[in-house]
């Protein structure tokens, strides 16, 4: 039996046997790019979902609450992209119903059993002639290899489609996660149980009770989708559902040892995605990670990780290849983290560039050529106990200027 | 008797009856540009002063905290730009002790007379010649009208001096408040008393205990530079003293109506400045004000406010024209404050944009002339409650970047 996690190539939710998807143009985006995604299982799967902790959540946000509230199966997630339903009111929350009916009638399945997400402005009511349309063109186009297609029906300014899947064997069968999410902008998910503009769905062949799911997911994204940001906006639309359609004839259960493989193999697909929106973030350069160690507690490494994760003065640094550790010790000396600035050591990959709260005495010449990598690890030891949280992060551009001084979809 | 308060036309610390004032070139910048400014009082002057809560709070404000709670007089304030002695360790402490020491002997006072500020890069060590020369080409040029010139040497990335005075006129006498103040980057000043890179010099003619100064200086620092942002960074220097030299000859004591009319004078003076930093904010192109009203609580009300000030996607919408709501409902969304989406009410200017949580229906075409002002306010009515908040914030412009993607002093 082969234990080891191996990401397929070209991997997506159609990875996962029992999975069909389709990425259509609906109209949404005036671009005319593909902007309708439908995800369908051919059998009812168990699902769950995390969502937005925003207290402006969408409309498709609260239905897809109270659908994992109320338990049950899923069949088919329908996301649109250039329209977020957000800010909408009860005529937004009436949209989203209609769609689930919309989608339910043509593929001849509950509205029970069908999710929706949207992204793109706000505050704007969703064109129910164009979902019409996207559903119209996407139940025909389902497919088994629709994975690629409806994972860049899902993008906004996200400038690649991020999909992939993972297999591992449990209890001698092959079991696959195939997902795909989108997000370049407004990311600084913190996702939670029923109650992230990033957008995920996740799909795998195992069986397993909801709540089975529920206990996985929340863990996961906590390790994956909340530890990232691009611009310290938490969006209102942030969603990711997990299906699990249980083809592979598997069933997963709480306290065993297969529970855990396929936890860090969840994580695994998670994370990937994770990595892959920060490094698409709008205007993007580099992919940071801040990592805080030895905090007196695990409150004190997530609030300095944060605080130099979301940094404007760090991120700008980082964009113009500049070592100025001195706005790393600012962030972390403002972050309200229990800290000895006499303490900290702060190091640039492995190079210490702060000794004991002071520079360590490296000339800026060895580390411009760090800061310069399209890809850098910045740890922040506070020397003060055990605890670590670690974040990714992007550096800002002129070009997320750009992006984010005119974008109307 | 003129009870009303008057801005002075050009007005500086040295419109104080009694102060005097000089900027000169020390060449901490390379630029050639003014860079040490000394202010000194004739008679010993009272005095308070509060500070950066950044835990990393460089070696002046370690020092100048140390007078502040010792209490005594104060003759004479000591600021260089190009250096923020900041992270500096034990050195840096010795070198500000030192620059007090130098600063004392030329002006023939003690060195626990003199308080000094420093900004500009971090974890630099002082280059103490530079202190000695710019203490010896200042104590010459200190004149009765040297306001200005100081206000011009304390300067980083500001591109305008920021200096002002008012009079009031209490008991009959005349009484002047004059202050100077530097700071477009690395402004999120959270004050406190003896624990923002803000800096600000503050005189007046009024005699005042010490306990009497500070028991002011806290509430107008938390309405006037508490309640400005630039980049949501705050700085390890931020200081402001408050230097009241009693040369009119009238005390001000508590509980009496003098007090409340000068504190209101005080607090004119510091708004003034206050807004004009953010006018001057790095890259700045608008000046917002974000007010939140109507919320449950005083907490909730400056949640709201200082997440829609420091949203990076609302200030680049703003630099772009773009009167995108949707990203300052999301922005009270992720706050924390306590709010009920369908209540809230968003007006730009007088214009109500959202009404219950939605689009108000306003065209917008109407809302791009109001956002494209270089002034304008944005109202977010909780309806919740009698609290409220204000806070005075910038856009991100391309220029914000450039200066922050390349800053070594």
């Not at 082969?2 to 159609?14: K, P």
């Not at 995800?39 to 498709?60: H, I, K, M």
């Not at 509950?110 to 997400?117: H, I, M, P, R």
């Amino acid at each position: 039996m082969d234990n080891s996690l191996q990401f397929l190539e070209n991997g997506s939710v159609t990875s996962v046997p029992g999975m069909k998807a389709a990425g259509v143009t609906a109209g949404f985006k005036k671009s005319g790019a593909p902007d309708f995604a439908l995800v369908f299982s051919e059998t009812p799967a168990n699902f769950t979902g995390v969502f937005t902790s925003c207290t402006f959540a969408a409309a498709p946000v609260l239905l897809d609450r109270e659908k994992v509230l109320r338990g049950g199966f899923l069949r088919a997630f329908a996301i649109n992209s250039g329209n977020a339903n957000a800010c909408t009111g009860e005529t937004g929350l009436a949209n989203a119903r209609r769609s689930c009916e919309i989608a339910a009638k043509a593929l001849g399945i509950s509205a029970d059993e069908v999710a929706v997400a949207s992204t793109g402005r706000i505050g704007v009511q969703m064109p129910m002639e164009l979902i019409e349309r996207g559903i119209a063109l996407a139940v025909p186009a389902l497919s088994h290899d629709g994975g690629a297609a409806a994972s860049r029906a899902i993008m906004t300014t996200d400038t690649l489609p991020k999909a992939a899947a993972v297999q591992i064997t449990l209890g001698g069968k092959k079991i696959t996660i195939g997902a795909m999410t989108k997000g370049a902008g407004m990311i600084d998910p913190k996702l939670t149980a029923p109650h992230a503009t990033m957008l995920c769905c996740i799909a795998t062949d195992v069986k397993a009770e909801n709540a089975v799911l529920a206990e996985m997911l929340q863990p996961c994204a906590e390790d994956s989708f909340n530890r990232i940001t691009v611009d310290g906006d938490m969006s209102t639309n942030d969603t990711v559902i997990l299906m699990a359609n249980g083809v592979s004839g598997y069933e997963l259960k709480r306290n065993t040892p297969e529970f855990e493989q396929f936890r860090a193999a969840l994580l695994a697909v998670m994370q990937d995605l994770a990595r892959r929106m920060v490094m698409d973030g709008e205007g993007s350069t580099k992919f940071v990670t801040v990592k805080v160690i030895h905090a007196a507690s695990r409150a004190d490494a997530k609030l300095a990780a944060e605080a130099v994760g979301n940094s404007l003065l760090c991120k700008t640094a980082w964009f113009g290849n500049d070592p100025n550790w001195g706005r790393v010790v600012a962030a972390l000396g403002y972050s309200g983290a229990l800290l000895d600035p006499d303490k900290c050591d702060v190091y640039f990959d492995d190079t210490a560039v702060v000794r004991n709260g002071g520079d360590a005495g490296v000339p800026e010449s060895d580390l411009v050529p760090i800061v310069s990598k399209s890809a850098f690890v910045i740890t922040c030891d506070l020397r003060d106990g055990d605890a670590s949280h670690r974040v990714w992060t992007s550096d800002i551009s002129h070009e997320y200027v750009n992006i984010n001084a005119d974008y109307h979809t």
